[in-house]
């Protein structure tokens, strides 16, 4: 196995850390010596040589950043411990015709495989809570609110569709920009193949064949939109992350009361209010998701990569991909977190439903009129009037309206009544809520055959 298949437990920000990339480079060196061997460019005993000695463990790691450090060059200081640890003279074949943004691109390229991977098994794992969830409150009732304000009933359920729904459209973004995020280039010192003579093309695929990476047909140094493109997809996925969470954070509040986090007798909210539980997850995510949103800016400007390539281009992009990638692993764990310890408060989400006492059913009953022969605009008219007469006095509605010229004719009163039972006016929420969440287990699952099918190693250890 190479190191960029790390044990599930390894916290996001080691993902990137220097021994990773060594090793991320090394493997590359090595995967460029058998295909330069394939195609006779190097002799076949010089490349099984860099192979058995492109092994971390086989390098002076404190050595190599100390030479690093000077040379302010680290592929140029590898290229030398690599080239003095081989035997013979197989050295003089490490990094034939390489340039060093080959292979530190293609090593970072290498490192947010491995940390996309982990974030589509995280996804999947908030698919599957997000599926008990949806199914659980598919039929509990409760208020649904635009502008902040009771709009119609829903379920929680219905709720738990939407986000449902919200991330496979994620998934689908991840999974359809794989084959372009995951390419690589190299092509020598601009892109143009200058030193592998005739061969150039043919190794290009055969050195992304051995990585398991797609490959383009221009391999220009100044190309890496394909890498930007994925710091978005982590930032519109963040956006959604906080969106799900910061609505439970406002449902949790004490004006609301929905939901809470599950978190034990032993948390503690405030060292100087004792009464305080206050949420700890979803606040988690919100802050994690706002960081990952604000790499968007900096990848963007890495973009404007000059003439055939420039350092500070690729500073820029690894220094975001690098803050981008475990942020997005922070904030999914998290998310994964909430979801697990987040529980529901029937009692509160029928409380809440009543404080309008059945306005918040005023469209049926605007429909029912209309449907009865009074017609859509002017049953509008008469049930907004008679919604401000009903806050204004605190009588029922249905009251009112009994009591409105021309709607005795048109309705009898109990249904009037009828009409202002939120529990019978839900629409599809309960059908939604399970329908999405059979499709979220459904995900899920082939989300996890995907990745593990992925999971091939570069080369075996």
Not at 186 to 204: R, T
Not at 209 to 234: A, I, K, T, W
Not at 426 to 444: F, H, I, N, V
Request: glycine share 8%.
């Amino acid at each position: 196995m190479t190191q960029a298949n790390q044990e599930e437990g390894e916290s996001p920000a080691a993902l990137f850390a220097m021994s990773r990339k060594i090793q991320a480079w090394l493997d590359i060196e090595v995967a460029l010596a058998r295909g330069q061997a394939d195609l006779g460019m190097i002799p076949a005993s010089a490349a099984e040589e860099i192979a058995r000695k492109g092994h971390l463990h086989c390098i002076d790691q404190s050595l190599l950043l100390k030479d690093m450090a000077r040379t302010k060059a680290p592929i140029v200081s590898l290229v030398r411990f690599l080239s003095a640890a081989c035997d013979g003279d197989a050295g003089d074949y490490v990094h034939w015709g390489a340039t060093t943004q080959n292979v530190m691109q293609a090593g970072e390229i290498l490192l947010m495989r491995e940390a996309h991977r982990r974030l589509l098994r995280l996804l999947a794992t908030s698919l599957d809570s997000l599926a008990v969830l949806a199914d659980n409150g598919a039929a509990q009732a409760m208020a649904g609110r635009t502008q902040r304000r009771h709009a119609l009933p829903i379920t929680f359920g219905f709720k738990v569709a939407t986000w449902i729904d919200e991330l496979l459209r994620h998934e689908e973004r991840l999974r359809a920009a794989e084959p372009r995020v995951f390419t690589l280039v190299f092509g020598g010192a601009v892109g143009a193949m200058h030193s592998f003579g005739e061969e150039g093309e043919a190794l290009g695929r055969r050195l992304a064949e051995q990585l398991g990476l797609g490959c383009f047909e221009v391999p220009s140094r100044s190309v890496n939109d394909h890498m930007v493109e994925y710091v978005l997809l982590l930032a519109l996925l963040a956006a959604t992350c906080s969106k799900i969470a910061q609505e439970l954070f406002v449902l949790m509040s004490e004006e609301y009361g929905e939901v809470y986090e599950d978190l034990g007798d032993l948390v503690v909210g405030s060292s100087t209010m004792p009464q305080k539980v206050n949420p700890k997850i979803s606040v988690d995510v919100i802050a994690v998701a706002a960081q990952l949103r604000a790499q968007v800016s900096l990848a963007l400007e890495a973009v404007q990569v000059s003439h055939e390539g420039d350092a500070a281009s690729s500073k820029m992009l690894y220094t975001s991909l690098e803050t981008a990638c475990p942020l997005a692993l922070e904030m999914m764990a998290s998310l994964v977190e909430l979801l697990d310890k987040l529980r529901i408060v029937p009692e509160k989400m029928r409380e809440n439903l009543a404080l309008t006492g059945g306005l918040i059913n005023s469209e049926n009953l605007m429909m029912e009129l209309a449907r009865h022969g009074m017609g859509r605009q002017r049953a509008h008219d008469l049930v907004h009037a008679a919604s401000l007469e009903s806050l204004r006095d605190g009588r029922p509605l249905d009251q009112v309206l009994a009591e409105a010229p021309g709607v005795a004719g048109v309705i009898q009163a109990e249904r009037l009544g009828a009409a202002l039972r939120p529990e019978q006016y839900l629409g599809d929420c309960e059908k939604l809520a399970r329908q999405l969440a059979g499709r979220a287990r459904t995900q899920s699952k082939r989300i996890r055959a995907r990745v593990k099918g992925q999971e091939a190693p570069v080369r075996d250890r």
